[in-house]
Nanobody
Framework: QVQLVESGGGLVQAGGSLRLSCAPSGRTFSSNAMAWFRQAPGKEREFVAGISWIGGYTYYAYSVKGRFTISGDNAKNTVYLQMNSLKPEDTAVYHC?????????????????WGQGTQVTVSS
């Protein structure tokens, strides 16, 4: 069974930074893209950032563009999210995801593999 494990979440003041990491455990798998999604209490899971291993293209939600940076290692199926200038509205559980198929990058349904998530809390 493929599992993704996130780390790096925590409590930070507004304006601070955090770096999230995601690595696989369990059986090996291949992927053509990985992404970060987040879910705040009472809200739907939303796309944050994604990276396509084909061409190395990166994608960002408008709300985080210019503040967050996604990077990763295709060979290891690992992905990182550097989050700067954090805001209270960034507070959520952050999940990483991976896929080996096709679909709209910003849709959770396009991803087959998910992590349990790591909590990010930004205080004002």
């Amino acid at each position: 069974q493929v599992q993704l494990v996130e780390s790096g979440g925590g409590l930070v003041q507004a304006g601070g930074s955090l770096r999230l990491s995601c690595a696989p455990s369990g059986r090996t798998f291949s992927s053509n893209a990985m992404a970060w999604f987040r879910q705040a209490p009472g809200k739907e899971r939303e796309f944050v950032a994604g990276i396509s291993w084909i061409g190395g293209y990166t994608y960002y939600a408008y709300s985080v563009k210019g503040r967050f940076t996604i990077s990763g290692d295709n060979a290891k199926n690992t992905v990182y999210l550097q989050m700067n200038s954090l805001k209270p509205e960034d507070t959520a559980v952050y999940h990483c995801a991976a896929r080996d198929g096709l679909g709209y990058m910003k849709s959770p349904s396009a991803f087959e593999y998910w992590g349990q998530g790591t909590q990010v809390t930004v205080s004002s």
